[in-house]
């Protein structure tokens, strides 16, 4: 399948905050709406996912990783790509390249940090700082609870900058039977934001 079958492209960060399920659901998703996956996963995400999930990851290099999750998930080919934290050759380290989405989900307190202060010390970083600088859609998913000072004020300050702050804070009115009605209240709403149809979860009124 070439890249132009595919419906569009997203990036997508996973970070090593609590919360994997987020992130692996959220990928399962976009996959399934025939969209290209540029994703980025941190080393604490890697072990965040083994604590959390059933999903063993493998111990190799990025390229077995990608290999595992295309199975795993059944991507068709070239749909999903995996890129490591240093490859700066990557599309998605330069405004010529990047999608026009990317999301960080989860979005640990540190992430936040180092994109509010523009650090790009890894391409998580470097992604998110050319998502801003090129006024393109940048939304994290913060899971933590409660909140410091510090956490409030990083993410007012990415407000001010043009990203959005999706907490992974699922409702209830739809009456959750399980924790993965939970998880896919939040991941509804990420593909809303994205502009990409679900089913996942009824609009109000519906």
Not at 13 to 20: D, K, R, V
Request: proline residues 5%; contains cysteine.
């Amino acid at each position: 399948m070439g890249q132009s079958a595919f419906s569009k492209t997203v990036t997508l960060a996973i970070t090593g905050a609590s919360g994997a399920q987020y992130g692996l659901r959220l990928l399962q998703c976009l996959l399934a709406a025939d969209v290209r996956v540029w994703l980025l996963m941190s080393d604490a995400a890697r072990v965040v996912i083994d604590t959390e999930t059933d999903c063993r990851l493998p111990e190799g290099d990025h390229r077995e990783l990608q290999a595992f999750l295309v199975d795993h998930f059944g991507a068709a080919e070239g749909q999903l790509q995996l890129f490591s934290k240093t490859d700066w050759f990557s599309p998605v380290a330069s405004g010529t390249g990047a999608p026009a989405s990317m999301v960080i989900c989860p979005a640990s307190g540190g992430t936040l940090s180092a994109i509010a202060c523009g650090a790009s010390n890894n391409l998580i970083e470097r992604a998110a700082d050319v998502a801003l600088k090129e006024r393109r859609q940048l939304i994290l998913v913060p899971r933590e609870a409660p909140y410091s000072e510090i956490h409030l004020e990083n993410m007012l300050k990415l407000t001010r900058m043009g990203a959005m702050i999706l907490p992974a804070s699922p409702g209830f009115y739809q009456k959750p039977q399980t924790v993965e009605d939970l998880v896919d209240f939040v991941v509804a709403r990420l593909l809303d934001q994205l502009g990409i149809e679900q089913k996942l979860l009824p609009r109000w009124g519906d």
